[in-house]
């Protein structure tokens, strides 16, 4: 087959933070996810790729431990994530901004940013974080009083992304960050998840926009119908027009 | 962006011909009752006084019920109806608590120290009764179909009264009180002792839940679970944690409910809690399901009502009582389905 499926995991030196091992996931009867095993590293941006209904935000939900996998395992620095209940996987340093933004309509940003932080007890260190979310977003200072709902979808995806951050997590996960963005806002929206890894902060990004996220991302992983299709450095992947045609809708 | 007076002209809602009707029935019903209302004033001022005074300790009682329906509501969208129940069983515990044990309506000056103390050991045990049956009959459904859980809170309603009956019997039993009889004379009205102290004692409860649902972080993680539970895991919040704190608070407000009732009436039936649940709801839909404030309203409300028709000279009188509240609740609902408080449901795209 391909250069980028022969042992991928040669590339990236050390022990992974984030590893998902065999998992199964399921809706009821109904498989979402059969047998994925991926890895994400300390420092890097990673994308999980596919087209719609292949299982990805169903994985980001199954990390985050809204759902249970029926099998397999997944572990977040050594740790077993597997069982634990979501509020402690937000203590365990993960934190999400997920599909369709869940920002809290009723809400204003302020609060909103503050329930992102509802974990920690630092006050100087959420003041600085505050500041930071802010800077990147100046949009949402702007906004800071006003009810989240009644915000535009670009506006809710940064408050989603910013609420995310105000947790300081270790590991950022966010399902498909420029959904119904305008061209420019997705430009802005990928530009400020470089700036937040290279801020220290490791990202797991879910996107249909494959190439944009291929464009930042150091690794990536492609899904279809559930199953891992294909996994390699992302920049390579890119620019191998037979992989853009074939999974990438290129 | 400054918004023009013609763009403020242009976003008022346009009022279409049935809408108009409807609007017109409403504000003539009101006109109605409030011509109603100063006619029976007019009529007699003192007797109005009194029983609005009356209608008002009622009412205090009625809210505190329905804030436990609107607080459980408001989180996981149940109807419990085994709330009722819960606070009949706050009145049956308050007269094993402080007559049986502590022995008082004697009459004496510590009564009135037993009765703060059994204050808290009822809402303490109705919290503790609502939290369990959380944890045993709700939230195992709490992913089921709506209809799965609404069947289980009529199933714990059930065995709430057979724990009612066990405990008080199967016939009304009076008990003695440490609120005394009379009240404070003001010239022609007596402000009777029971309605002060239910006042005195509602007002700082509901001040305090409003203080830990506004402002606590306990109180913030509520907020955030009733609009979205998924979100609000995502945030770090403990859902079941914080949704069994919701009920606890819902059965503190039952358990004071069920003093305040046995203080003011005397009586204590394995029973009471069908009616004054009932009733209670109505308050909690009538002042919009879901907001606290709203609850509190309908409550005062249909305490009010009840208190004028039943006791005004131009009322419908007692035998009507039940008639008009429900009434008025229909009228309500068909006028403004979301309550008086509540607002209008959007549906989620």
């Known amino acids: ?250 | 962006m400054a918004i023009t007076a013609v763009e403020a002209a242009d976003s008022r809602p346009v009022l279409l011909g049935r809408e108009k009707v409807e609007r017109g029935i409403g504000i003539a019903l009101l006109v109605g009752v409030t011509i109603w209302l100063i006619w029976n004033f007019i009529a007699g001022p003192v007797q109005f006084v009194n029983v609005a005074l009356a209608g008002l300790r009622l009412g205090a009682i009625y809210a505190l019920i329905a804030l436990g329906y609107t607080l459980v509501y408001g989180i996981i969208e149940l109807i419990n109806f085994a709330h009722g129940d819960l606070f009949m069983l706050g009145s049956v515990f308050t007269s094993i608590v402080l007559v049986k044990w502590f022995g008082a309506g004697t009459g004496s000056l510590a009564d009135w120290g037993l009765m703060l103390v059994t204050l808290v050991i009822v809402m303490a045990m109705c919290a503790g009764l609502n939290i369990t049956s959380e944890r045993v009959a709700y939230r195992r459904l709490r992913r089921a179909p709506k209809l799965a859980p609404l069947i289980t809170a009529v199933g714990i309603s059930f065995i709430f009264q057979w724990f009612g009956l066990l405990l008080n019997g199967s016939s009304q039993k009076s008990w003695p009180k440490v609120i005394p009889d009379g009240g404070l004379v003001l010239g022609p009205v007596t402000i009777d002792w029971s309605t002060i102290i239910v006042i005195v004692v509602t007002v700082p409860l509901l001040l305090i839940l409003s203080y830990i649902v506004q402002r606590t972080r306990q109180g913030k993680a509520m907020r955030a679970t009733a609009q979205d539970q998924d979100a609000a895991r995502l945030m770090g919040i403990n859902v079941d944690r914080t949704i069994a704190f919701t009920f606890a608070l819902g059965g503190a407000m039952a358990g004071a409910a069920g003093l305040l009732y046995l203080e003011t009436f005397g009586t204590t039936r394995y029973d009471a809690g069908f009616q004054l649940g009932l009733i209670a709801f109505t308050a909690a839909v009538l002042g919009g399901i879901g907001n606290l404030q709203g609850a509190v309203l309908g409550g005062v409300l249909i305490g009010l009502i009840q208190g004028f028709n039943d006791g005004l000279p131009y009322g419908f009188g007692q035998k009507w009582s039940q008639t008009v509240v429900f009434t008025i609740l229909i009228l309500l609902m068909v006028f403004k389905p979301e309550g008086i408080l509540g607002k209008p449901t959007i549906e989620k795209v």
């Open chain 1, 1 to 250: 087959m391909t250069a980028t499926e022969s042992s991928p995991a040669s590339t990236r030196p050390g022990e992974p933070m984030l590893s998902v091992d065999d998992i199964a996931l399921y809706y009821g009867n109904i498989a979402a996810v059969k047998g994925l095993s991926m890895r994400v590293h300390k420092g890097e941006i990673v994308t999980l790729i596919g087209s719609n209904g292949a299982g990805k935000s169903t994985t980001l939900r199954a990390i985050s431990g809204l759902i249970k996998p029926r099998a397999g395992s997944i572990s977040f620095n050594g740790e077993r994530l597997t069982g634990k209940q979501g509020h402690e996987i937000v203590k365990a340093g993960i934190c999400q901004s997920p599909e369709g933004r869940r920002i809290f309509p009723r809400m204003t940003v302020s609060e909103n940013l503050d329930l992102g932080a509802f974990l920690r007890n630092d006050k100087e260190g959420i003041a600085a974080d505050r500041a930071r979310v802010l800077e990147l977003f100046p949009r949402l200072a702007d906004r800071i009083s006003q009810k989240a709902g009644t915000m535009s979808g670009g506006e809710q995806q940064m408050l989603a992304v910013a609420r995310a951050l105000m947790g300081s997590p270790q590991l950022l996960l966010l399902d498909e960050p420029s959904m119904g963005l305008a061209p420019v806002l997705v430009d802005l929206i990928f530009d400020t998840i470089e700036t937040i890894r290279d801020q220290g902060t490791t990202v797991l990004v879910v996107e249909q926009n494959a190439l944009a996220a291929l464009r930042i991302a150091d690794y990536a992983y492609v899904l279809e119908s559930g199953s891992l299709k294909l996994e390699g450095p992302a920049a390579p992947m890119a620019e191998d027009d037979e992989i853009v045609r074939a999974y990438l809708g290129g």
